[in-house]
């Protein structure tokens, strides 16, 4: 079964403001690019679409030598869906949608032996949803901002596909705070994916 991952990049001089205590402008800028590079990475050897409504956001995409969809005016999860249904027009018949802020984001094409379903991958807070894996059929609606997992998880089941739910500490941990900033040791985040007791 073919798949492709999707992307959305916002435009770096406006991200991560909530950094602004921690960061200057230009270094949040650049953090943004940054980490939106290392998802790229983690992406191969899948294909990636950055859906974007920004010039400097296309060159940058173009520079790596991914494909774009530009979607202005659309939101977040009009973007998204957007991006989903260009992949589906290039032929991928499922999607890894990966936010662009995972600075430890590894392999993101392992998350499609976790099932045939919908595959959702929380935050460390089990609040919004860092990464999911849908059918591009059109059928899933997307619905980001904070809850968003159990508003997938709804939705998955409104569709009546089976959902696999994967907490990895690497995939969970996104940048939105300034503690954010303060990234786990490897030991750190083998303790997080050990299974609890019981």
């Known amino acids: 079964m073919t798949a492709a991952v999707v992307i959305p990049v916002k435009a770096f001089a406006a991200a991560k403001v909530r950094l602004a ?62 991006g989903v249904a260009a992949v589906a027009r290039s032929g991928a018949e499922r999607a890894v949608v990966a936010h662009a802020d995972l600075p430890l984001a590894r392999d993101l094409a392992g998350l499609l032996a976790l099932g045939e379903g919908v595959v959702l991958v929380p935050d460390r807070h089990d ?13 899933f609606r997307f619905a980001y901002g904070p809850g968003s997992f159990v508003r997938h998880q709804a939705e998955a089941a409104r569709l009546g596909v089976p959902i696999a739910v994967v907490r990895d500490p690497r995939l969970g941990w996104d940048v939105d705070r300034p503690a954010d900033l303060d990234l786990p040791t490897d030991a750190e985040l083998l303790r997080a994916a050990a299974p609890g007791p019981g």
């Open 21 to 82: 205590p921690a960061l200057t402008p230009v270094e949040r800028a650049a953090l943004a690019r940054s980490m939106a590079g290392l998802v790229v990475a983690a992406a191969s050897p899948l294909s990636v679409t950055i859906v974007c409504d920004d010039e400097e956001v296309v060159s940058w995409a173009r520079d790596l030598g991914v494909a774009v969809e530009w979607t202005p005016g659309l939101g977040l999860d009009g973007a998204v869906e957007a």
């Open 127 to 139: 609040d919004g949803t860092n990464v999911a894996v849908v059918p591009t059929s059109g059928e």
